[in-house]
């Protein structure tokens, strides 16, 4: 069986995911409640004799809204290639926007995201890998990547690494973890840099999603940084 169009509208996910009997609950519940727009276009699928799906499709403005511990994003494209259990997306964006309300305070905003992801479903597990991905906008310049295993009633089990480069020291309390982080520590931080810039720094992250920050030492997280002429505002006058 093939299908092909030039174009449809991601809306229809949401209006078809219930009468999907391959999707398992949880599933069908991601895909509804994250209220998917945007478009596919040059969509091209086929099924096998036995079931089995190839599908590529070009994806276009794309947005997802956030889901439970899950980020959303708008403004996503790219192209999306699937063969039976792997797929890939090749992320292509321009003024890309990140929403994670379980861990941003604001909305991320990037003028710049590239790179891609690769998803295998192994037994009852899926592998999402990112190889790397080059993140921009005018305050940091990073690279991502990250190994992530999804299991069914389990949280993500993540291994992250990001390198960044060249941030304004005053923009830094902008993509602090707050959410998740000691109110305390957010307030300090949030008026501790005035002047300078990080010159190069990396954070590494190892442990289940749910977990994160690890109080419970469970997981790992970790950030150094380079700074070049900080001016540091240790205790309010």
Do not use: C
């Amino acid at each position: 069986t093939v299908f092909q169009t030039n174009s449809l509208p991601l809306t229809l996910l949401q209006r078809y995911a219930p009468l999907l009997p391959s999707l398992h609950t949880k599933q069908q519940e991601l895909i509804t409640q994250t209220e998917p727009a945007g478009r596919l276009n040059a969509v091209h699928v086929e099924i096998g004799d036995e079931g089995k799906i190839r599908a590529t499709a070009d994806i276009e403005d794309a947005q997802f809204l956030p889901w439970k511990r899950y980020p959303g994003v708008s403004g996503l494209n790219g192209h999306f290639v699937m063969n039976g259990s792997a797929a890939e997306f090749v992320v292509d964006s321009q003024d890309l926007v990140m929403t994670w309300p379980h861990v941003f305070r604001q909305p991320l905003a990037m003028e710049r995201v590239s790179g891609s992801v690769l998803m295998n479903k192994l037994h009852e597990q899926w592998r999402i890998t990112l190889n790397p991905l080059e993140i921009a906008n005018k305050d940091i310049q990073a690279t991502l990547s990250f190994d992530s295993w999804i299991a069914s009633g389990e949280s993500p089990l993540l291994s992250l690494q990001a390198q960044f480069k060249n941030i304004p020291a005053a923009a830094v309390a902008a993509y602090l973890p707050a959410n998740v982080m000691k109110q305390t520590a957010v307030r300090w931080l949030d008026n501790a840099f005035s002047d300078g810039r990080i010159v190069t720094g990396r954070a590494l992250l190892h442990g289940r999603l749910a977990e994160f920050p690890f109080r419970q030492r469970h997981g790992h997280f970790e950030v150094e940084f380079d700074s070049e002429d900080v001016t540091l505002n240790y205790q309010d006058k």
